[in-house]
């Protein structure tokens, strides 16, 4: 089993910036890639972000490219999520999953553990 534990979350006006992190705990040698999602009220889950531990690959949503940066501290098995340049439609709870599988990582059914998520609002 792998534990997943996010913080960072917050409120914060458009155009600022919040870090989200996310500590994994349990069996985690066994993680082949973790990540982020997100959902809105009213929407779908959707991918934001992953990164695969060991091999560093990185995958971005298009809707964050460039304002998002995912970094990772392997000693600590623990992934950051660096968010700039927030807007509004970035208002969701947050997500952060682990995947035990390698190959493609970022579906929905890639990941195996999922945090308990940590709600980011921004204002207008």
């Known amino acids: 089993q792998v534990q997943l534990v996010e913080s960072g979350g917050g409120l914060v006006q458009a155009g600022g910036s919040l870090r989200l992190s996310c500590a994994a705990s349990?069996?985690?040698?066994?993680?082949?890639?973790m990540g982020w999602f997100r959902q809105a009220p009213g929407k779908e889950r959707e991918f934001v972000v992953s990164t695969t531990w060991r091999g560093g690959s990185i995958y971005y949503a298009d809707s964050v490219k460039g304002r998002f940066t995912i970094s990772r501290d392997n000693a600590k098995n623990t992934v950051y999520l660096q968010m700039n340049s927030l807007n509004p439609e970035d208002t969701a709870v947050y997500y952060c999953?682990?995947?035990?599988?390698?190959?493609?990582?970022?579906?929905?059914?890639?990941?195996?553990?999922w945090g308990q998520g940590t709600q980011v609002t921004v204002s207008s």
């Open positions: 999953v682990a995947g035990l599988r390698s190959g493609v990582v970022w579906r929905i059914r890639d990941f195996d553990y």
């Open positions: 349990g069996r985690t040698f066994s993680i082949y890639a």
